[in-house]
């Protein structure tokens, strides 16, 4: 075995990312009204 010590990356949004932050905010509430009650149909 060797010791490794986990790694911790983080992320940011540039310009072009925070520009695209309404559009996924519109996805999403899309996405939630229109979930379905089932997403696998039973066999």
Do not use: T, W
Not at 13 to 18: A, H, I, P
Not at 19 to 37: G, H, M, R, T, W
Request: aromatic content about 14%; proline content about 5%.
């Amino acid at each position: 075995m060797y010791p490794e010590v986990q790694r911790r990356v983080e992320y940011f949004l540039n310009e072009k990312g925070m520009a695209l932050k309404s559009v996924l905010e519109q996805l999403a509430a899309f996405s939630i009204q229109n979930y379905p009650d089932q997403i696998f149909h039973k066999k």
